[in-house]
């Protein structure tokens, strides 16, 4: 019999925790790494996370360990699920740590800001590792449905196909079907930037705008997320597909998204500082909707909806004079 696939999942957050379980009931030994030494004698003791998943019981192949070297060795995929600004600090001191020739699993969806790079670019400019050895989970994938074993579809990106193939293996199991993709720049950005357009609809639903308007978000924070891939080198289908249209509808519908629940909040009138204060876990959007237009900035993109996000969030522009802005841009044809 072969031994079975080792995963290391580095961030025992709420993805982090249900893509172990995936990745367990697919058949692989997983190891958790936590850095808080009490979260992880829960999950060893009570078999659940009770921080970040409540309720849900682990498979018996799922353990936690802060010892990071520990989870790190002999992994034949090291699974990245902490927060996008934190990852290049936290990689550099798990590198020398690495087992060898293991495949870099990236389950985030930020650009880094300052340096406005996909994640993928930041484990490369960290551990140093060819991007065949890189691979990227996305699509519509919120956490605690997974966790619940409800039936979703992901991309499984990586620019080496038989790295992706061997990937989507270690994670197929009858509630979670991998599609494999080599757009990594694609499959990035549409989760990435969904997050954003995510915190607009959400700003939408809170200021009561109805459904035309979260159709009409929707739709055109596609538009815009496509024209930066295509600005850099991805693939535009790959907006129509799982990473892109897929993630989009299911963050911009779900009240489980962190994103889109942030945006209500705003959109109700809670200030800044009382949304964070009520969040709990990493909205990327918050931080990443600087760093996607920082990006769009640098190639010259026009990325309307996530400028006026960053001026809502970081700007203290109210809601409802970013509507109005919106609705009176210069009439233009749709494709452009
Ligand atoms: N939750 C979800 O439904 C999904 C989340 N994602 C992405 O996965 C990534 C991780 O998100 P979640 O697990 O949901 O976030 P989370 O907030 O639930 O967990 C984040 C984890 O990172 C750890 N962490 C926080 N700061 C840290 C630091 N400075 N150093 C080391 N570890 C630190 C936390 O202790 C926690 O274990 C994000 O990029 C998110 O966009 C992607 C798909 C689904
Ligand atoms: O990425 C997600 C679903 O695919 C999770 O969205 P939030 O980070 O907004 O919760």
Redesign the pocket.
Known sequence: MNEPVKAAVF??????TAFGMVLADAGCDVVLW???PELVEAVNSTRTNPD?LPGVELPRNVRATADAAEAARGADFTVL????Q?LRG?LAEWTPLLAPGTVLVS????VELGSAMRMSEVIEDVAKVDPDRIAVVTGP???REIAARMPAAAVVACTDEAVARRLQTACHTPYFRPYTNTDVVGCELGGAVK?VIGLAVGIADGMGLGDNAKGSLITRGLAETTRLGVALGADPLTFSGLAGLGDLVATCSSPLSRNHTFGTNLGKGMTLEETIAVTR??A?GVKSCESVLDLARRHGVDMPLTETVVSIVHEGKSPAVAVKELMSRSAKPERR
């Not at 961030?11 to 982090?16: C, D, F, V, Y």
């Not at 389950?107 to 930020?110: A, D, P, S, T, V």
């Open positions: 961030g025992t957050g709420s993805w982090g936590g850095r808080r970040y699920a902490v927060p996008s934190t936290n389950l985030m969806k930020g994938n919120l956490a997050n876990q990493t990327e």
